[in-house]
Structures are given as C-alpha cells and as structure tokens.
Nanobody, 124 residues
Framework: QVQLVESGGGLVQAGDPLRLSCIAS????????VGWFRQAPGKEREFVAS????????YYADSVKGRFTISRDNAKNTVYLQMNSPKPGDTADYYC?????????????????WGQGIRVTVSS
C-alpha cells in the first residue's frame, strides 16, 4: 500500500510560480511511475503530467507543456510539479497518483494509488 500526500497548493496570482509536492510512503518509491492530474469544478479529471520510475522521461498535457515541469527525487520519495506562468484556467484540485510500473500515461485507471488532492486557485 502506498500513501501519497500533496502539499504546496493555495491561492496564487496569474503568472506567479507555484510548486506542488507529493510525498509517498512507499519503501520502493523508485519502482513507481507518478502522474499529476487535476479536476476543475464541474469538469472531469484530466491528465497534467507524468514521470517514469527512474525520472528520465516526462510527459505533459498540451495545455501545460512549456509551463509546468514534473520531476522527482527518489531519495526523498517526492515528486514535484513546478507550475510556471499559471493561468486562471489552471485552477483545480490537483492529485498525485502512482502506478506500479515503469511508465504510466494519461488514463487515470492506469494508476494504483491516489493522494487526497490539493486545491490550486489562480487569480487573474
């Protein structure tokens, strides 16, 4: 069983950077691919970014490509989502998810464990 806890959310003005963190309880965290998803009010959960278990490859939704960066520090059991140039359209609850395999994609059903989510509000 893997527990994931997100932190770093809150209210930010458009254009101001924000970094989300996801800390995992897994003793072998390096064996999990990790993704970030988000869900805005009244909308479906959508893929934001993912990173393979070794951290060498990353994947992004078109809507955040060039603005957000996912990274991981396996020694700290932590995955980050650096949000640069956030826009009001990025306002959502953000979720960290882990999959017990090398790579996981855009489908939420690929992921085995989920955090509780954290709210990010971007004001204009």
């Amino acid at each position: 069983q893997v527990q994931l806890v997100e932190s770093g959310g809150g209210l930010v003005q458009a254009g101001d950077p924000l970094r989300l963190s996801c800390i995992a309880s897994a003793r072998t965290f390096r064996d999990y691919a990790v993704g970030w998803f988000r869900q805005a009010p009244g909308k479906e959960r959508e893929f934001v970014a993912s990173i393979i278990w070794g951290g060498g490859r990353t994947y992004y939704a078109d809507s955040v490509k060039g603005r957000f960066t996912i990274s991981r520090d396996n020694a700290k059991n932590t995955v980050y989502l650096q949000m640069n140039s956030p826009k009001p359209g990025d306002t959502a609850d953000y979720y960290c998810a882990a999959a017990a395999k090398q790579r996981a994609g855009t489908d939420p059903y690929e992921y085995d464990y989920w955090g509780q989510g954290i709210r990010v509000t971007v004001s204009s």
